[in-house]
C-alpha cells in the first residue's frame, strides 16, 4: 500500500469544517472526512515545530529523540520510520516544509543546519548546501523553508521555482522588507499561481504522474506533501485574504481570562519582545482579522488538497493508497487573549486535526472521540504495512492505531503526555530563559505542570469546563482529583525514560 500524507503547520482542530467550525469552508478536507475516521482528540507530543516533527518521524517524545526544543537538528543517527519504509523498498518523498533542521543562525559559528536560511537566499545553488542523498531517510525530496525573519518568509528549492516562473518577481521580492516580527498578518504580494502552496501542490502533482508513469518501477511510495502555513505571520494570496468578513469571525469564549497574574508566564508576557513574536497579546479585533486571514488560508490549502487527491484519483491510485491529513501542532487562536504558541498548553494549542483513510480498513465518515499523540503516527503505519519490528526505529514510544481505524469507538489509550522544553532568545531578558512544561491530558481532564513551581499548576475538567476558565489546582473539592492525576503523570513520566543503552552483562 502506498501512503499520501498532508501536513499542515500550526493549524488547530477545530478550524475544519466537518469538525463543526460554521465559517470555515473545507470542502476536500470534508470529502476526505466523508471517506475515512476523522479524530477529534487528537494532541501533539509537543507544541512546537521542531521536537512534534521529530516525534512523528522517530516515534519518540522530545525527551529521548533530543530535540527538545526549536534550535536543535534531530540527529542523523536518530532512526527514522521513513528509513524503515526506503529499506523496505519504498520510494519515499517529501514536497514542502520537512524542518528537522533549524532555519535560523546558532549561538556560535560552529552550529550548522542543512535548513538554514541564510545559506538558501540564492536558492540550491549554494555552494554551503550539502544536504546528503538521503535526508532522514526520504530518497527525494524538494524543500521549503520558513516562515522566518527575511524578505521573503519561505526559502528552499521553491525559490529556485519561483526564479523560474517569474524572475522580476522574485527581484521586487529580494527588495522587500522583512514582516515578519511586524505584522501577524497581511495579504501576500505573490499571486496564488506562484504562492508556496501552488509549489508544493505542483511538485507533488507531478511526482503523482511520473509514478504513474511507472517510473519508479514497481515500489510502493511514501509521498509527504507539507504546507508551512498557517503558521504566522498568515500572509494568504488574493482572493484568499478577502475570503472572509473578519466582522463574521465568532470570538470564542476561551478568549475570557487572562494569564497576568500566572507565576510563570505573567512577568514574561510583560517583555515586549516575547508578548510579540512567542506568546502575542492581541485583542478582539485583531484577532478576528488573524483569524480570518487564517481561515483564507486554510481554504486554499483545502483547495491544494482537493487538487493531489483529484490527481489520486485520476491516476487510479486511491484504491491502494493510505492517506492522512494531520497538522503538527495547533495555534493558540485567542485563546486567554494569545496567539501563536509557547509554555501556555491550553487546548487550541494541543489539539490537532487528523483524518486517516486506509482502504480496506477504515469506516467510511466516523468521528472517533479516542485519544490519540503524534507519537502514535509512525508505528500505526509501519504495523499497516507490516513491516517486521526489527526494522523499526528503537525505542519507539506510541500505542498503534489500527484497532480504532477498525472501530472508531475503540481505545487504545487513556492519556496524552506533551512536552515542551523552552529555552528561550537571550534577549529576553527579566524573565526566566528556561522553562520546562509537562502536561498529561486524560478522557477527562488536563493537568500541567512547571518545572520549580512546587506550589502552581493547571488542572482543567475538559468536560464540564471546555473552553478552561476554571483552574482547579487550588479548589479545597478537588485535593483527591489533583493527587491521583499527579500521581498518574509522575508514573506516565517514569514510562517514557529511556532505557538505552541495553545492559551487556551479567550481574
Known amino acids: 500500500m502506498n501512503i499520501l500524507v498532508f501536513m499542515t503547520d500550526a493549524m488547530r482542530a477545530d478550524h475544519l469544517e466537518c469538525s463543526g467550525n460554521k465559517i470555515i469552508k473545507t470542502p476536500s478536507l470534508n470529502a476526505l472526512a466523508s471517506e475515512g475516521v476523522r479524530f477529534s482528540n487528537c494532541f501533539c507530543s509537543s507544541p512546537m515545530c521542531m521536537p512534534v516533527r521529530a516525534t512523528y518521524y522517530t516515534g519518540k517524545y522530545p525527551s529521548l529523540h533530543g530535540v527538545r526544543c526549536n534550535g536543535i537538528n534531530l540527529n542523523p543517527n536518530n532512526r527514522t520510520f521513513i528509513q524503515a519504509l526506503y529499506e523496505n523498498g519504498y520510494h519515499t518523498a517529501s514536497f514542502g516544509k ?29 555552494k554551503k548546501i550539502k544536504i546528503p542523498e538521503n535526508y532522514y531517510g526520504f530518497e527525494e525530496f524538494e524543500l521549503v523553508i520558513g516562515p522566518i525573519g527575511l524578505y521573503l518568509e519561505i526559502l528552499g528549492h521553491y525559490i529556485d521555482w519561483l526564479e523560474e516562473k517569474a524572475p522580476d518577481l522574485l527581484k521586487s521580492l529580494q527588495k522587500r522588507k522583512s514582516r515578519l516580527f511586524e505584522n501577524v498578518y497581511y495579504e501576500s504580494p505573490v499571486p496564488a499561481e506562484l504562492h508556496h502552496n501552488t509549489y508544493i501542490t505542483e511538485r507533488t502533482l507531478a511526482f503523482l504522474e511520473r509514478y504513474s508513469k511507472g517510473q519508479y518501477g514497481d515500489k510502493p511510495f511514501y509521498a509527504q506533501c507539507s504546507y508551512p502555513d498557517p503558521h504566522h505571520p498568515c500572509c494568504p494570496p488574493s482572493p484568499y485574504y478577502e475570503m472572509y468578513n473578519p466582522d463574521d469571525i465568532i470570538i470564542p469564549p476561551s478568549f475570557e481570562g487572562t494569564l497576568k497574574d500566572h507565576p510563570v508566564l505573567g512577568p514574561a508576557l510583560k517583555n515586549p519582545i516575547f508578548s510579540r513574536v512567542i506568546l502575542h497579546k492581541t485583542n478582539k479585533r485583531e484577532l478576528r482579522n488573524f483569524l480570518a486571514y487564517t481561515y483564507g ?6 483547495y491544494c488538497i482537493g487538487q493531489v487527491l483529484g490527481a489520486l484519483n485520476s491516476f487510479g491510485l486511491s484504491e491502494n493508497t493510505m492517506v492522512i491529513f494531520m497538522s503538527d501542532h495547533g495555534d493558540l487562536g485567542g485563546d486567554k487573549h494569545l496567539l501563536f504558541k509557547g509554555p501556555a498548553h491550553y487546548r487550541g494549542l494541543l489539539n490537532v486535526p487528523l483524518i486517516w483513510r486506509v482502504p480496506g480498513v477504515t469506516p467510511k465518515g466516523e468521528t472517533s472521540d479516542s485519544l490519540v499523540s503524534t507519537v502514535d503516527f509512525p508505528l500505526t503505519i509501519l504495523n499497516l504495512l507490516n513491516i517486521k519490528e526489527k526494522d523499526y526505529p528503537p525505542e519507539m514510544q506510541g500505542y498503534d492505531l489500527t484497532p480504532i481505524l477498525k472501530e472508531p469507538k475503540a481505545s487504545v489509550r487513556d492519556h496524552v503526555i506533551v512536552e515542551e522544553d523552552e529555552e528561550l532568545p537571550k534577549m529576553l531578558r ?39 476558565l476554571n483552574n482547579l489546582w487550588f479548589d479545597e473539592n478537588s485535593k483527591e482529583l489533583k493527587s491521583d492525576l499527579l500521581n498518574k503523570l509522575l508514573h506516565e513520566i517514569l514510562n517514557l525514560q529511556s532505557r538505552y543503552p541495553k545492559k551487556e552483562a551479567l550481574t
Not at 488560508?297 to 483545502?302: G, K, L, V, Y
Open 98 to 126: 520537512i524542518h528537522t533542521n533549524w532555519y535560523a543562525r546558532g549561538y556560535s559559528r560552529k552550529f550548522y543546519s542543512l535548513e538554514n536560511a541564510t545559506n538558501w537566499l540564492k536558492g540550491s545553488n549554494n
Open 297 to 302: 488560508t486554510i481554504t486554499m490549502i483545502d
Open 430 to 468: 527579566d524573565i526566566d530563559t528556561e522553562v520546562r512544561v509537562r502536561t498529561m491530558i486524560t478522557e477527562t481532564h488536563r493537568i500541567t505542570i512547571y518545572q520549580g513551581y512546587y506550589d502552581y499548576g493547571e488542572i482543567f475538567d475538559l468536560q464540564n469546563d471546555p473552553y478552561e
